[in-house]
């Protein structure tokens, strides 16, 4: 009995795995305690506004705010001028002194914080940042002129209540607090009037969410505003009033309500906006309503304006004004577009859902933006709500826009969203061109876009306080629908993948956690958008599956749609709705910077031993040959010639050189007999079958070198050219995060084992993925060193190029070589 167990554990200590000192001898290796730790402690305490499980609770409220607005489009000074009413209602059990408004368009004011704030490198535009070290680009110098030129910000007239009471005002940079005559008691609202002024941004100069754009060949403009008005700040139960100041990235927390819009624009204009039009009759044509009509029911879209009626209209100008009058329903901001410029498309989209069964898709570009505007803007627009509503609810509002504003990029509101991306013509030929990236930019910004009319325009995250709750998410069902769309779509650069494109990222020395403030993120692309994508990528495709967090992501956005969601009611509705803890994976992507990075160690095979002395004696004398082969230098001395005294004295032969270590006697013999005796029954037919059945045990070795821990999707590999698929979940790492290893027991032979083959789990370094290791195969280019350095004296024989269409004058000109020495 002693033997035997001595034996068995024997077999397991010569493969325990070296726990080297990762730990440092203290705690656990790689705080793999403190890495599954329950995330309560970081949490807000759940209560009855937001429940433990992550829905809003039973005394969950949230304020209203509706909206009645009459401005005026000066083209002439690039002005808007304004009358405003807001009607505020306080749903919150809490009685308000004062109330705030949120004045965005106070950033553009020489004193306000953002521009005093700013720091050289972002002293450019959005667009254009300055380069590295000191350095000024054109791009940083035309704004700071744009600014010299006019004054920015709001010119706000007094604020009266619905009596016509004048109330008491404070503006703090890019917040304005009013007074209330009366504290305002739960339950109850009040009404605010004013009238305010804002100069227009030139937006390819300053940077901007809105602006113009000025068209330098044909002297005309488009009008796209956003942040143009005053709204109101949000106030919540978890912050109260959300009055950090706008510095230019954490984008807005709003509140919903009704809004009643008049947009009085040149009769020539063609107006897009958040909400439905009330008065086509007065603005639009015969021609136009009867093409709209079509354009419902029609398989692909059709122009209400066509592109050769858009460059007519953009010819001339007027100076007669038109009113177009816009309502839009429960939504939390407003923005619009208008030019003598566009021209538009639309085609219907119908949606199985009997509060909203049609939607119309449409979009507005100038001329610039064809052939590919009318090619895809609205297929893309569609496509969105086709792929959205499957992973949240029917989409919910009349119409959805996509807006051609401006060279690249975009930015969303409700109903309405500004793309980017334009073909480029040739300088000398004309000819249209348009790249690879300009293609699948424009559909992929388009689908990001009208997605955010999901996140957060309808579930209203905070984005002031962080940015992943919308960007995040949006960008990873962007990123599924964007693989709808076509496949390879190249998503993030070069790379389909998330997963591959977000490791270099991950990998970097200057990054925060995803759960940080808006305002304070580094590498804000790869924070706030691709990584948490990529998060919820692995957890889709791994830690998950399809069914679960499909159900729990649509659970998320159903309980939150038109509230208010935090971080923690995400984190807790997607293990509540999936009955996966999760707690792990938030605090390792979204509140750590650790990167994925598993290497697959030694293998080590074994097949149980009989420990039957005649069956395994040859057996361990092959391995000791295998493993220690005869001495190299006895081997020369052999070649040498060179014989031993053994072989010169045959007479010095005894037991010991007849009979190696391996040869096996009476006792060995006994000793098994007695090991197999005294086996208890259940020990005795576990031993015979395993011996019998001879499978292949793997003892395999696991260091995590990148500190995230993560799931181990692993491909294993067999000697018959057969594959199994086997998931290893997170969970292995729970007693030490460093290195683990895990035993395969299988009835045929491994040959190798690779570790996220179909790259799913972000994994930085592939080369240290599969044992054994894996030749890399490329081509490589020969290259050339190559001269550097001016040649004055060449230089200087250089022709002076000719502005005139023949060089003639140029070449007549016969250069002396300057060999002369210089004279002083
Ligand atoms: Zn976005």
Sequence with gaps: MKYASAALLGLLLTVAFSTADANNGKGIPGDADKRFAQLETLLPTAGTTRTASGAPGAQYWQQRADYRIKVRLDEKRHRLIATQSITYMNRSPDTLSYIWLQLDQN???????????????????????????????????????????????YEIGPVRDASGRVLRTTVNDTMMRID?????????????????????????????????????????????????????????????WQHKQFLGRGEFTLEFGDYDVELTVPADH?????????????????TQRERLKRAATAKS??????????????????????????????????????????IWDAMGYRQNDAARPFVMAMSFYPNEGEPIWSKYSTHAVIHTMEVYSRFSFPYPYPVAISVNSWERGGMEYPMITFNGYRPTADEKTGKLTYSRNTKYGLIGVIIHEVGHIYFPMIVNSDERQWTWMDEGLNTFLEYIAELEWEEKFPAFGDKTNVLDAITAYMQSSDQVPIMTNSESIVQFGPNAYSKPAAALSVLREVVMGRELFDHAFREYANRWKFKRPTPADFFRTMEDASGVDLDWFWRG????????????????????????????????????????????????????????RLERYPELKDFYNENDAFVVTNKDRNEY???????????????????????????????????????????????????EDYLVPAEVWRYNAVEVTKLFIRDKRIVSIELDRNHLIADADKTNNVTPRRIAQSRIELFRARDSGRNQMLDALAELKSKGKSGDEAKTEEKALPLAPAQP
């Design 107 to 153: 950033i553009f004011k020489d004193d306000s914080i953002s521009r005093r704030s700013e720091v050289a490198a972002n002293s450019g535009t959005r667009r254009d940042t300055v380069g590295k070290g000191d350095s000024l680009s054109f791009a940083a110098m035309r704004r700071h002129q744009a600014f010299q030129d006019r004054e920015y910000g």
């Design 180 to 240: 209330l005559p009366q504290p305002l008691r739960p339950g109850t609202s009040i009404e605010i009037r004013f009238d305010w002024e804002s100069n227009i941004v030139n937006e390819a100069a300053i940077g901007a969410r809105g602006g113009y754009e000025y068209f330098e060949e044909s002297d005309t403009y488009q009008y796209f505003l956003a942040q143009w008005f005053p709204r109101l700040v949000a106030y919540t139960d978890y912050t109260g």
């Design 270 to 286: 063609i107006v897009a906006s958040t909400g439905e039009l009330q008065n086509a009759d007065a603005v639009l044509t015969s």
């Design 301 to 342: 879209p059709v122009f209400i304006v066509t592109p050769e009626e858009a460059k007519a209209n953009e010819k001339e100008g007027t100076d007669r004004m038109r009113t177009w009058r816009f309502k839009a329903q429960n939504v939390r901001d407003f923005a619009w577009a208008s030019s003598r410029k566009y």
């Design 589 to 644: 992507w979204f509140y750590g910077t650790d990167h994925v990075d598993v290497a697959v160690g030694d293998i080590r095979e074994y097949q149980v031993s009989s420990q039957d002395p005649d069956v395994e004696f040859p057996l361990k004398r092959a391995e000791f040959a295998r493993n220690w082969p005869d001495s190299y230098s006895q081997k020369l001395n052999k070649a040498e010639g060179r014989t031993t």
């Design 673 to 723: 007999r007695d090991f197999v005796e005294k086996l208890k029954p259940w020990e005795k037919a576990t031993f015979e079958r395993a011996v019998k059945a001879g499978e292949f045990v793997y003892f395999v070795d696991f260091a995590n070198i990148g500190g995230l821990v993560t799931p181990l999707p692993l491909t294993i590999n067999y000697a018959d050219g057969s594959t």
